[in-house]
């Protein structure tokens, strides 16, 4: 029997429950009355739209509530089953065979789902399968958005204005174009640490080589931004060099065919005899060797171990005499003049095979000479440096003809000398020879204009006056140098600047001073104040400090040599070939020579060097 208003579902259930259920009344508004036997059936509160029924009144049940009493039971479609109840497919325990309520427009029923049918979302769709919206698609998935090379260019999906994915290009790595607009890449780099990201930085050429300046014992290397590094010298201009002694040995005239070069010492005697006296002398007192007639020495010294780098400014010989023509005290020694003379002979000897009869030929004859001092006969050894201008242009001559060695001779015109040679057996009292070489220029440049401005008279040119006045914050002082005298083409390798200090004027500080340099060079010494005065770069080249006490000593001269101060002068040289230097006080004040000081080596000098 099928009741109104009550599904097949009601239908199986009612039967298998064994109840009549007649038919309800429409009205939902009765009392709660007491339900049907547990586990028979239940009520909804859904207006009695299920049709069940009270089971004493036989009205709908509109208030009651959709419970069951035990367990592991549940309320379905009025009845109260068990939860795994299903026949004919109808009952809690029965999947539903589709989507309840149903899915949206843009969704599917998967009835294949772990839990039951469930709606899904469509492709190119998302939400919960009731609600579905487009997907926004990325447009980086399509030709790389657009881009361009993937392996050069990123693409981003980011939100605009609109909150509308749009495609986002970024350049990897900026430093292949341009060199990410670092500059030039000769002397700029480009480092990329992160995708968009460049990073520009100077080349650091000193890292590599010295800079390409020479030996960093001489050249110190320094980078200058968007330019070559700049070499500048630390070492003496002049430069020692030991030249190698390759042999010596000496000849006598008595022993015409002798060879002596297997003896530790080197004979010099004259043919100079006095009244009563025998030409000889027995050298007993040391070795067994008798000295008798004109002995002559000979050295040979390598130059091709020298580099070239300069010209040779200085030769220095230098010789141990250990004993020798002893000056009796009736002799009037000084009267006499005994002493030793070196000429330049031909180098082509060899010591082991060299005799009297095979004598080199003397090229150039007194090179240089030495006066053995009275008494001289020393036990210990005697230190003689022995140098002249004619020494030293004999070196420079063979040097300038690529000359392989010097050989000299060691003669005397009155006395009678023993020396050491190269085979004696302390190392430092053998024969040297010293080769100085002027390896850079120094070119000293006088001021050709200085001037004191102060702030106590502002309007008014004070020129040199009295002495170049730095005084704290009060007056300064201006030199003004013109290199103009440099060849074209000179790269500076060095610059000191040298003040002297005339008076010094204590306010409690520590005679603080500072070198700064002007932007402009056009200014006179008879026209510039401290209102019209150029413009100071701002950028400190050194500072100093001046004696301080009571009595100082003055004059008191300073030398600066900074980098700073290297860096302006080469600066200025290349573009002007001017340069004007700023001297202030940070601290208490002094007065410097200028340049028409009356001691002209107090006057200012900038000192250029270069190679």
Request: glycine share 8%; charged share 20%; hydrophobic share 35%.
């Given at each position: 029997?099928?009741?109104?208003?009550?599904?097949?579902?009601?239908?199986?259930?009612?039967?298998?429950?064994?109840?009549?259920?007649?038919?309800?009344?429409?009205?939902?508004?009765?009392s709660?009355?007491?339900?049907?036997?547990?586990?028979?059936?239940?009520?909804?509160?859904?207006?009695?739209?299920?049709?069940?029924?009270?089971?004493?009144?036989?009205?709908?049940?509109?208030?009651?509530?959709?419970?069951?009493?035990?367990?592991?039971?549940?309320?379905f479609?009025?009845?109260?089953?068990?939860?795994?109840?299903?026949?004919?497919?109808?009952?809690?325990?029965?999947?539903?065979?589709?989507?309840?309520?149903?899915?949206?427009?843009?969704?599917?029923?998967?009835?294949?789902?772990?839990?039951?049918?469930e709606?899904?979302?469509?492709?190119?769709?998302?939400?919960?399968?009731?609600?579905?919206?487009?997907?926004?698609?990325?447009?980086?998935?399509?030709?790389?958005?657009?881009?361009?090379?993937?392996?050069l260019?990123?693409?981003?999906?980011?939100?605009?204005?609109?909150?509308?994915?749009?495609?986002?290009?970024?350049?990897?790595?900026?430093?292949?174009?341009?060199?990410?607009?670092?500059?030039?890449?000769?002397?700029?780099?480009?480092?990329?640490?992160?995708?968009?990201?460049?990073?520009?930085?100077?080349?650091?050429?000193?890292?590599?080589?010295?800079?390409?300046?020479?030996?960093?014992?001489?050249?110190?290397?320094?980078?200058?931004?968007?330019?070559?590094?700049?070499?500048?010298?630390?070492?003496?201009?002049?430069?020692?060099?030991?030249?190698?002694?390759?042999?010596?040995?000496?000849?006598?005239?008595?022993?015409?065919?002798?060879?002596f070069?297997s003896?530790?010492?080197?004979?010099?005697?004259?043919?100079?005899?006095?009244?009563?006296?025998?030409?000889?002398?027995?050298?007993?007192?040391?070795?067994?060797?008798?000295?008798?007639?004109?002995?002559?020495?000979?050295?040979?010294?390598?130059?091709?171990?020298?580099?070239?780098?300069?010209?040779?400014?200085?030769?220095?010989?230098?010789?141990?005499?250990?004993?020798?023509?002893?000056?009796?005290?009736?002799?009037?020694?000084?009267?006499?003049?005994?002493?030793?003379?070196?000429?330049?002979?031909?180098?082509s000897?060899?010591?082991?095979?060299?005799t009297?009869?095979?004598?080199?030929?003397?090229?150039?004859?007194?090179?240089?000479?030495?006066?053995?001092?009275?008494?001289?006969?020393s036990q210990?050894?005697?230190l003689?440096?022995?140098?002249?201008?004619?020494?030293?242009?004999?070196?420079?001559?063979?040097?300038?003809?690529?000359?392989?060695a010097?050989?000299?001779?060691?003669?005397?015109?009155?006395?009678?000398?023993?020396?050491?040679?190269?085979?004696?057996?302390?190392?430092?009292?053998?024969?040297?020879?010293?080769?100085?070489?002027?390896?850079?220029?120094?070119?000293?440049?006088l001021?050709n204009?200085?001037?004191?401005?102060?702030?106590?008279?502002?309007?008014?040119?004070?020129?040199?006056?009295?002495?170049?006045?730095?005084?704290?914050?009060?007056?300064?002082?201006?030199?003004?140098?013109?290199?103009?005298?440099?060849?074209?083409?000179?790269?500076?390798?060095?610059?000191?600047?040298?003040?002297?200090?005339?008076?010094?004027?204590?306010?409690?500080?520590?005679?603080?001073?500072?070198?700064?340099?002007?932007?402009?060079?056009?200014w006179?010494?008879?026209?510039?104040?401290?209102?019209?005065?150029?413009?100071?770069?701002?950028?400190?080249?050194?500072?100093?400090?001046?004696?301080?006490?009571?009595?100082?000593?003055?004059?008191?001269?300073?030398?600066?040599?900074?980098?700073?101060?290297?860096?302006?002068?080469?600066?200025?040289?290349?573009?002007?070939?001017?340069?004007?230097?700023?001297?202030?006080?940070?601290?208490?004040?002094?007065?410097?020579?200028?340049?028409?000081?009356?001691?002209?080596?107090?006057?200012?000098?900038?000192?250029?060097?270069?190679?």
């Open positions: 029997m099928h009741i109104p208003g009550m599904s097949r579902s009601h239908v199986v259930l009612a039967a298998l429950a064994a109840s009549s259920l007649l038919a309800c009344n429409v009205a939902d508004t009765s709660e009355a007491t339900l049907a036997q547990p586990g028979e059936s239940c009520v909804e509160d859904e207006g009695c739209a299920s049709g069940l029924c009270q089971a004493d009144t036989q009205v709908c049940a509109a208030r009651c509530t959709s419970t069951c009493e035990g367990d592991d039971l549940v309320c479609e009025g009845h109260c089953l068990a939860a795994g109840y299903c026949v004919e497919g109808v009952g809690p325990g029965c999947q539903p065979s589709t989507c309840e309520p149903g899915c949206a427009p843009d969704a599917t029923c998967d009835l294949e789902a772990a839990d039951g049918p709606c899904v979302c469509d492709e190119g769709f998302e939400g919960d399968g009731q609600t579905c919206t487009p997907v926004e698609q990325n447009p980086c998935l399509d030709d790389n958005g657009g881009c361009g090379d993937p392996a260019v990123q693409c981003d999906a980011e939100l605009d204005d609109d909150d509308a994915l749009i495609a986002a290009c970024t350049t990897i790595n900026p430093c292949l174009d341009d060199n990410g607009g670092c500059g030039d890449p000769a002397f700029f780099e480009c480092s990329n640490p992160e995708v968009g990201v460049g990073h520009c930085a100077d080349i650091d050429f000193c890292a590599t080589d010295n800079g390409g300046c020479g030996d960093p014992a001489r050249y110190l290397c320094i980078n200058v931004s968007g330019d070559a590094p700049l070499c500048q010298i630390t070492a003496a201009c002049d430069q020692d060099y030991e030249v190698p002694l390759l042999e010596d040995t000496f000849i006598s005239s008595l022993a015409r065919d002798a060879n070069s003896l530790p010492f080197l004979v010099v005697h004259s043919s100079f005899q006095t009244e009563g006296e025998e030409n000889e002398f027995n050298y007993t007192s040391t070795y067994e060797y008798l000295a008798k007639g004109p002995h002559s020495s000979l050295l040979k010294f390598d130059l091709s171990a020298l580099p070239n780098t300069g010209p040779v400014v200085n030769a220095a010989l230098k010789l141990v005499r250990f004993d020798g023509f002893y000056c009796p005290l009736f002799m009037n020694c000084q009267f006499l003049g005994f002493t030793d003379a070196l000429d330049l002979v031909d180098g000897w060899s010591a082991n095979a060299l009297w009869r095979h004598a080199p030929e003397v090229l150039q004859s007194s090179l240089a000479s030495w006066r053995i001092a009275e008494g001289a006969r210990g050894g005697r003689y440096t022995i140098t002249s201008a004619a020494l030293t242009a004999a070196a420079q001559s063979l040097v300038e003809t690529d000359a392989d010097m050989a000299l001779s060691v003669s005397s015109t009155r006395g009678r000398s023993l020396y050491y040679s190269s085979r004696h057996s302390e190392a430092d009292r053998r024969p040297t020879m010293t080769v100085t070489l002027r390896e850079c220029t120094q070119h000293q440049v001021p204009a200085n001037a004191t401005v102060s702030t106590f008279e502002p309007d008014t040119p004070l020129g040199e006056g009295g002495g170049l006045i730095a005084d704290r914050n009060r007056s300064e002082f201006y030199v003004r140098f013109d290199m103009s005298d440099i060849p074209v083409g000179t790269t500076l390798a060095g610059a000191q600047l040298q003040l002297a200090v005339t008076d010094v004027e204590s306010f409690g500080g520590e005679a603080r001073f500072s070198v700064d340099y002007l932007v402009d060079d056009v006179g010494e008879s026209s510039v104040t401290y209102t019209n005065r150029p413009d100071a770069h701002g950028r400190e080249l050194a500072v100093f400090n001046l004696q301080q006490g009571d009595a100082p000593t003055l004059p008191e001269t300073i030398t600066i040599d900074s980098i700073h101060l290297f860096e302006a002068v080469t600066e200025r040289f290349e573009a002007d070939r001017s340069i004007t230097l700023r001297i202030v006080a940070t601290e208490d004040a002094a007065t410097f020579a200028g340049r028409t000081h009356a001691d002209a080596t107090l006057r200012p000098t900038l000192t250029l060097i270069y190679e």
